[in-house]
């Protein structure tokens, strides 16, 4: 086998779908190509191991998930771990493929879990409390594992968790009993005032986050490309921004041809017959019928059809879509629609 001309870290990055890390100008323009390098030899192999996205990684699905002795599918069993666990991430390695588009696993005290399944996460709980909250609030994503959203604030019942990177909008801050500070949601989870989370669980976005990225620039336009699940953005001819997808299935598929943006949120709250997922992170909308980009957290595992319709990607990679395209959303808004045919052109292929 000829020896790729990227190193170890830059394929496991690529391969986790984190070419999304470009968050302000000015940007790497080989990051389409080095993408597509990827996908082309997605069951590559290499030694050795590089730091993992996250020092934690939350198991996403509903049913357990094997670690093994080594990074194969067929590597002896060492345990199970279900839903909702939190385990600390050592490294992240190429090993044998479950299924020709994700060779990646993730080392774990135990051994090694693959990472299609397994949300990394931080714990990185908050220390100040912001008091004096003006309407209509601030945007804020959930920055622990989970935080455990109750209907009064230190109420004995959970009503549900809400993951990590998820967004809703903080509209207040307010004393339990125990004078413990909690925080209000809307948005992403509730049109009216919500329930409430530990101050320490979720991070304010501040505005400059959420600025443009090249505003003003013309002849932006995203190309999808279906069969090799990638994502990447143009200004003309010239590649800004690259992210492997996750898209609909052969039951659900992405729509094919040539669209533009027609609405922007910050997050949602979406609902259908067999899901129910809050907070999703700053879906871009591009057909009436709503399909979009937008942030993921229910699985890890990019370079294949997997969704409702939608583009799949990693949350930060949505946020960074969702500040490069037409129509910008001011900060105060929760959504905004673009004026016809003004939004950037998506092309679906």
Request: include cysteine; charge should be neutral; aromatic fraction near 12%.
């Amino acid at each position: 086998m000829d020896h790729p001309t990227w190193t170890r870290r830059e394929f496991l990055q690529l391969g986790l779908g984190a070419l999304t890390a470009l968050l302000t100008p000015p940007f790497l323009p080989d990051d389409a190509n080095l993408l597509t390098h990827w996908l082309s030899k997605k069951a590559a192999m290499l030694p050795g191991a590089e730091p993992p996205p996250a020092t934690l990684g939350r198991i996403i699905s509903w049913y357990q998930q094997a670690v093994r002795q080594e990074p194969s599918p067929n590597a002896p069993l060492v345990t199970w771990k279900s839903h909702d666990t939190v385990i600390p991430l050592y490294s992240a390695v190429a090993g044998d493929p479950p299924w020709p588009t994700n060779p990646i696993w993730y080392q774990t005290e135990e051994g090694y879990i693959h990472s299609g399944f397994v949300q990394p996460v931080e714990n990185d709980r908050q220390t100040e409390v912001l008091t004096d909250i003006a309407p209509p609030g601030f945007w804020a994503e959930v920055c622990v594992p989970y935080a455990e959203a109750r209907q009064q604030p230190g109420g004995p019942y959970v009503l549900r968790r809400l993951y990590y990177q998820t967004v809703y909008r903080v509209i207040a801050a307010t004393r339990d009993a125990a004078g413990e500070w909690w925080y209000r949601l809307q948005e992403g989870i509730t049109w009216s005032p919500g329930p409430y989370v530990p101050f320490w669980s979720v991070r304010r976005i501040a505005p400059t986050e959420l600025t443009p990225i090249s505003p003003g620039q013309p002849d932006k336009w995203i190309q999808i490309d279906i069969r090799n699940q990638m994502l990447t953005c143009y200004e003309g001819d010239r590649a800004v921004f690259s992210t492997a997808v996750a898209s609909g299935t052969a039951r659900t598929p992405t729509p094919l041809g040539e669209f533009r943006i027609l609405y922007k949120r910050h997050t949602r709250r979406m609902v259908g017959e067999d899901y129910d997922l809050t907070g999703v992170p700053f879906p871009t909308y591009f057909t009436r019928s709503g399909v979009a980009i937008h942030g993921t957290y229910w699985h890890n595992d990019y370079g294949r059809r997997y969704s409702h319709g939608c583009l799949n990607v990693p949350s930060r990679a949505a946020m960074w879509v969702f500040r490069w395209t037409d129509p910008q959303v001011p900060y105060d808004l929760e959504t905004m629609d673009a004026p016809p045919n003004t939004g950037t052109r998506v092309v679906v292929s």
